[in-house]
């Protein structure tokens, strides 16, 4: 059987969500649901999945990450709203062609020093408190920011996607630090490298709205990637894998490859090996075998799923969502924008719920999440990792706060 792959996304627009419970669409009430969402009994409907069943698996997106300054993809200025005829590289496009490489690693060298700026922001440090709490058990993320194992390294997280910090090369599957490569990009290409000096000393490279962006002649989309319409990409060049130039590998067919550079050391196209590429699952390239069956665990692991910043449009990560409502476990959305297949999650929940058996938010996860963890230590929440011993008497306690919280 074909393992999945990363296909592009539904870029359409999505139905716009049902706020549940009603009060949950001011920040006070959303804080209050969430509350009540996180700290409830472990649902009656859960089915075994070994773990803790009253710990909590985020599941989160590039929406999670605009407050630390990045682009998005479905949000008010997400690039599928703003630039419709974005269109992402495939894999077996970056694998075939040395012109579309090129392209590739152009608008990448112009990116990529704002997203190595930036940092995480206050809803990934909020998770970091909820994680000491005891409520997170482990994140899952579509990101490749590396802004969650930044904030909280002591939670465990899978990056489904993969990660820009670094590139692995096709042939040898040897790593290579992003910061490595890209002194490598400067060298090679000293025109780029005097002109992306220039655009940091303007601020051209300082927003992410797309119409100040556009003004100044680029176009941003996310994880890194800025356009600059009729610009020579034929002209750039990119270095091979290191390892490879040293030591070429015997390919799959037991024949010896080649990997040749110019006098500069830039990548030849009649080298056989000693392509790099980003350490990220590009469209149309399969999501590794263990990291799906890790993801799973995580998802089996748990006894609730809290969806940040996604609108779960790539299968990857809508089949999780889905594997936790088929598991019974309680679903929480906070999210700006519609979600897809969201009605779903949220069938047959208990008349009168306040929140214990699903919530949906439409408010900014940066405004939420450190709001949700001050009522949290305000309300005396107490439950520690591996700490099961009073649990039952903990869920009475917490249950009995929120009603006064409430009344």
Known sequence: MQKPLMRIPYTGPLPPP????????????AIAALSRFLTAPTSRSLQHGGGDPQSTVILSGAGISVAS?????????????????YRPIYYHEFLANHEARKRYWARSFLGWSNLHKAKPNAGHYAIKSLGDMGIIRSVITQNVDSFHSIAHPDIPTLELHGYLRALTCVTCHNDLPREAFQESLARLNPAWAAFLAEAIASGALDTENPEERRAKGMKTNPDGD??????????FRYPAC???LANPPISGDDTQTKVEVDEEGAWKSSSTAGILKPAVVMFGESIASRMKDSAEEAIDGSGRLLVLGTSLATYSAWRLARRARERGMPIGILNLGGVRGEE????????????EAGVRVELRTDKVLPGLVDQLKRI????????NSNQAEDDRTNSRAFKDMLS
């Open 380 to 387: 005396g929440f107490s439950h520690q990792k591996g700490d």
């Open 242 to 244: 290191p390892h490879c």
């Open 18 to 29: 049902n706020i549940l419970p009603r009060n949950a669409n001011t920040i006070t009430g």
């Open 69 to 85: 300054g990045l682009a998005d993809y479905r949000g008010a200025n997400g690039t599928y709203r703003v630039n419709r005829n």
């Open 344 to 355: 779903a999650f949220f069938q047959d929940l208990p008349m009168g719920q306040h929140g």
């Open 226 to 235: 800025v356009d600059l319409p009729g610009a020579p990409y034929s002209t």
